[in-house]
């Protein structure tokens, strides 16, 4: 029987994300995708930061057209596309919508899902994922030492069975993966369906110039919702679940433009409103990511395909290790400690925010809301793979109050390398686990655990003498060590000779279960 370390199931953004991040890290795994290729109707829209950096780590950001620096995702409300602005919304309510603030060396991008996909693709080619399309899982079975898959060739109508070592299901919102291991979902649940019509009218690109991408239409006995893919291609939902004939779209479409502009209907679609977060995500050996594990709606955040990107950037290393035996099973636990409470954090916060709250029952807690930045930069995971992450800390907080706070990401700061080049302190994470100090006298240590040390003042240099322990909230002597997806597994104030470099050993067992 044929054997893979890893079966993804479901190549779409989370699906050929995973696939994109395990190849990178030479892990062999196959992808399997019901469908001969990206749904035609392209869905996500805005990526975030993180998102971009996890590609950057890889070394793909340059591949997607990033938004300039003063980019701002802007909601209005309008009679129609054509007429004056009556009010704008902000995503979050008070907060100064301060994206792009020089927090990342990436700006957000603003791509459709199907133009995104072929890149992640090309991408994971190259770098040896085997990809195989109109290819879908039947069924599976996890024997505790292994998954046997029993997949169909929907081409050839061949059916042939797999064994592998773990399943990660990217397999969408209703997950047969998910259903099969009986794995409930809690959340606000069903809260309406959409319909919605995807257009091309390139003539409505000019209504862009003024700054706004989402359009809030409401006129008298007749309210929607019109957005754009920036690429003349615009999508109108409705707010009712009825079926309109291609006439009725086309009367609909000509309401919210405003004016006689010439368009062409590519495709209708029908979605579900709902927030739905799996009450595990991990079962044996399967994983579920993506959709499959937290079902939001659209937000402005860009809750959905970007947690679910980042959910498998979490388990990518965790997998690497465990496969090439440097770290035991037990790490793959953290996953679900360090990415459910995320998908809760995104659920509580979509749902409070104005775009949502109008949806949900008086059943639901509203919760406070945090910054852009917080939600995007500045999230907290505990887990065993992180030390000094206490339960009485924030679930998230801005970034620059963090300084160094183990369980968040390492904060990106430009910094100049020994070779004289600028790079951003996110270069140099990714791979493998590093340990940033001040002195040389961590190097003993950091060698006998196989842990590359970039040492300040020799290997990097900051422009800033103290940059280094404002950032990271230590002494000069002081060490920080960073796991491979960027997030800060733990940090030391004491000198390493001092009983530095034995706290060391213990916390890098723990953190990495070796
Ligand atoms: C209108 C709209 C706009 C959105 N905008 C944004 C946005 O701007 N930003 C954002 O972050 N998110 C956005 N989202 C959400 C985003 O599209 C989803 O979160 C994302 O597509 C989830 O990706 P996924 O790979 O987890 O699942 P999916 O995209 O649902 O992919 C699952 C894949 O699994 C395949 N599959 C299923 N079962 C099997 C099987 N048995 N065998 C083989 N293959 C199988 C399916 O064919 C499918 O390709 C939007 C969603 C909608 C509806």
């Known amino acids: 029987m044929l054997h893979t370390p890893v079966l993804i199931v479901g190549g779409s ?13 030479g892990v062999p795994h196959i992808v399997v995708e019901k469908h001969p290729g990206s749904s035609p109707h392209p869905r996500a829209m805005g990526y975030t930061e993180t998102t971009l950096e996890h590609y950057r780590m890889v070394g793909i950001d340059d591949r997607i057209p990033q ?34 603030s020089g927090l990342s060396p990436n700006t957000g991008a603003a791509i459709a899902q199907d133009k995104l996909e072929p890149i992640l693709r090309e991408a994971a080619l190259e770098f040896g994922a ?9 069924e599976f079975e996890d024997h505790g030492n292994c998954i046997v898959a029993r997949l169909l060739d929907r081409k050839s109508g061949q059916e042939y069975a797999i064994n592998a070592d773990y399943l990660i299901a990217a397999d969408g919102a209703d997950s047969t993966v998910r259903e099969s291991l009986g794995i409930a979902r809690e959340g606000v649940g069903h809260l309406r369906m959409v319909r919605s019509v995807l257009f091309t009218c390139p003539e409505a690109d000019q209504y862009l110039a003024l700054g706004a991408q989402q359009f809030e239409i409401k006129q008298e006995n007749f309210s929607a919702f019109l957005t754009t893919y920036n690429d003349s291609r615009w999508l109108l939902m409705f707010v009712d679940d009825i079926e309109r004939s291609e006439d009725e779209l086309r009367v609909a479409i000509r309401k919210v433009l405003g004016r006689d502009m010439s368009f062409d209907i590519i ?4 979605w579900e409103m709902a927030g739905r977060i799996a009450t595990q995500y991990r079962h044996g050996r399967v994983f579920l990511a993506g959709d499959a594990a937290h079902q939001l709606p659209p937000t402005r955040g860009g809750f959905g395909a970007n947690t679910g990107i980042d959910d498998v950037w979490n388990l990518a290393w965790k997998l690497h290790r465990v496969l090439e035996g440097t770290s035991d099973s037990s790490l793959l636990d953290t996953y679900d400690a360090e990415r459910r409470p995320i998908g809760w954090l995104r659920h509580q916060q979509t749902f409070s925010r104005p775009d949502y709250a109008k949806w949900v029952d008086s059943d639901f807690k509203a919760v406070p809301l945090f910054s852009n930045e917080a939600i995007e930069l500045g999230q907290l995971v505990r887990s ?4 000094g992450a206490g339960p009485d800390l924030p679930c998230a907080a801005s970034p620059i109050d963090w300084v160094g706070q183990p369980g968040t990401r390492a904060p990106h700061i430009w910094l100049t390398t020994s070779a004289g080049d600028t790079i951003s302190s996110l270069d140099l994470f990714g791979t493998d686990f590093v340990l940033f100090a001040g002195t040389q006298n961590w190097q003993e240590t950091a060698d006998k ?9 020799r290997d990097i240099h900051f422009s800033e003498p103290d940059t280094f322990t404002a950032a990271f909230g230590i002494s000069p ?35 990495t279960a070796s």
């Open 13 to 25: 953004l989370v699906g050929l994300s995973a696939s994109l991040f395990l190849a990178w890290r």
């Open 449 to 457: 655990l196989k842990l590359r040390l970039i040492l300040i003042g």
């Open 267 to 270: 495709a209708t679609g029908r």
């Open 477 to 511: 002597q002081g060490a920080v060590l960073i796991r491979p997806d960027g997030i800060i597994a733990w940090r030391c104030n004491k000198v390493a000779e001092d009983g530095g470099t034995d706290e060391l050993k213990v916390a890098f067992a723990q953190v």
């Open 67 to 100: 938004t300039p620096q003063e980019f701002r995702l802007r909601r209005v409300t309008v009679a129609s596309l054509a007429s004056e602005w009556q009010a704008e919304h902000a995503w979050t309510p008070g907060d100064a919508e301060q994206h792009n």
């Open 384 to 387: 065993s793979a992180v030390i």
């Open 130 to 138: 085997d990809l195989r399309y109109c290819t879908e899982l039947l």
